[in-house]
C-alpha cells in the first residue's frame, strides 16, 4: 500500500522528495529506502497528479519517470520549469531508455541528473545528495532575496522578475501586482509590452554592467520608473531580470508651488505642467480645459511671480521645487 500525502508536511528536519512513477513496485521500493534514510516522501502516479503536489508542497527534489502513461515525464518536467513557484526544484530523471537522444531529451526538458533502470536506491541516494546541496543553498538565497525584495515593498519600492527570451513575468511582489494593474492593466505572467520593448532594447548594454536610461511612465502627476537591476537567472536567451519600480506622486509638489507662490490649486497645477514642458494645448487635455483657459491661468501666474515669460515662470518653479524637494524629476 502507497502512503497517502499528508495534509500537513514536517519541513523542518528532513528535505521532501516526490517521486513519480505509474509502476507502483518502483514507488515502494524507492520510497522505503528514502524513508529509512530520512527523507520525507511524497509520490505521484501520473503526470497531472506530479503537478498539483509539486506545486501544493514545493518538494526539494523530484524523481521522475521518464516514460509514462498520457503526460510523459519531459512534459511534467517542462510544466514544472514553466511554473516560477516550482522552476527551481531539481530533477532527476528515471529512465530505461539509454539512448543518447533520450538522456539528452531529460536534460532538456529540465533535468539536472538521470539514473537509469532498474533503480539501485544507493545509487538514487548519492546523485540525490549532490542536487539537494545545490538546492539548499539556492533555496537560501532565494529566501533572502525575497525578503529583501518585500522588504522594498515597505519603502515604496516593487521589483518584478522578468525573462528577457519572451518577456514573461516570472516574480513580482505585492505591490508591483498593484502597480502593473493601475497603469497598465496587466497581470502575470504578462509583462506590460513597453516594459518588455525596453528591456530587450537595453539588454546588450546591461549585460555589459552598463546601467540602462530609467524608463517613466506617467499618469497624471503620478509618475511609475523602472529601474533595471539585475540578472537573477540563466544569462542563455538573455536570462532572468530584476526590475525595481517606484511611483512618485506629484500631489505635494503642486501643494508646495501653491502655498509658496499663493496660487490657487489650479493655478499650481497649469504651472506644474509647464515645469514639465507642456504647451497649453496638453496641458488643457491633462486638466480638461481649453487652452484658452489654461493661457488665463498662466497670465495669473505670471503676475503672482513677477515674470513675463514661460520660461521665466518654469525657472522660479523649479527653482523653489529643488530647494522644498529635490528628489523632484522635472
Known amino acids: 500500500m502507497l502512503p497517502e500525502p499528508k495534509a500537513m508536511l514536517d519541513r523542518s528536519n528532513s528535505d521532501l522528495v516526490l517521486i513519480v512513477d505509474d509502476v507502483p513496485d518502483n514507488l515502494a521500493v524507492l520510497h522505503d529506502a528514502l524513508d529509512e534514510s530520512g527523507y520525507t516522501v511524497l509520490v505521484a502516479t501520473r503526470g497531472e497528479t506530479a503537478l498539483q503536489r509539486a506545486a501544493q508542497a514545493l518538494p526539494d527534489i523530484v524523481l521522475l519517470d521518464a516514460m509514462m502513461p498520457g503526460m510523459d515525464g519531459f512534459e511534467v518536467a ?3 520549469k514553466a511554473n516560477a513557484a516550482t522552476a527551481h ?3 532527476i530523471f528515471m529512465t530505461g531508455l539509454t539512448e543518447t537522444e533520450h538522456l539528452v531529451a531529460a536534460l532538456e526538458a529540465g533535468g539536472v541528473d538521470y539514473v537509469t533502470k532498474p533503480i539501485k536506491p544507493k545509487e538514487v541516494l548519492a546523485r540525490m545528495n549532490v542536487h539537494l546541496q545545490g538546492a539548499r543553498q539556492a533555496r537560501q538565497q532565494v529566501r533572502q532575496a525575497g525578503q529583501a525584495r518585500n522588504a522594498l515593498d515597505a519603502f515604496g519600492y516593487a521589483s518584478i522578475t522578468v525573462r528577457a527570451s519572451d518577456g514573461k513575468l516570472m516574480w513580482q511582489t505585492a505591490l508591483a501586482r498593484d502597480l502593473l494593474m493601475d497603469y497598465f492593466g496587466t497581470s502575470a505572467p504578462q509583462t ?11 539588454l546588450p548594454a546591461a549585460q555589459q554592467q552598463v546601467e540602462p536610461p530609467r524608463l517613466s511612465v506617467e499618469q497624471g502627476a503620478r509618475r511609475l520608473s523602472f529601474r533595471l537591476h539585475q540578472q537573477t537567472g540563466d544569462s542563455e536567451g538573455g536570462g532572468d531580470w530584476l526590475i525595481v519600480m ?4 506629484d500631489a505635494a509638489v503642486i501643494e508646495a508651488m501653491s502655498l509658496s507662490f499663493k496660487l490657487t490649486t ?3 497645477e497649469v504651472l506644474y505642467w509647464v515645469v514639465k514642458g507642456k504647451t497649453n494645448r496638453d496641458i488643457g487635455e491633462i486638466l480638461g480645459s481649453s487652452p484658452a483657459t489654461v493661457k488665463k491661468h498662466l497670465e495669473r501666474v505670471y503676475v503672482k511671480l513677477g515674470v513675463e515669460t514661460r520660461t521665466a515662470a518654469a525657472g522660479v518653479a523649479m527653482t523653489k521645487i529643488r530647494q522644498l524637494h529635490p528628489q523632484f524629476e522635472g
Do not use: G, N, T
Not at 192 to 202: E, F
Open 246 to 249: 517606484r511611483e512618485v506622486s
Open 192 to 202: 506590460p509590452q513597453l516594459v518588455v520593448d525596453w528591456l530587450q532594447q537595453h
Open 89 to 91: 526544484i531539481p530533477i
Open 78 to 80: 517542462r510544466r514544472l
Open 266 to 268: 489650479r493655478e499650481a
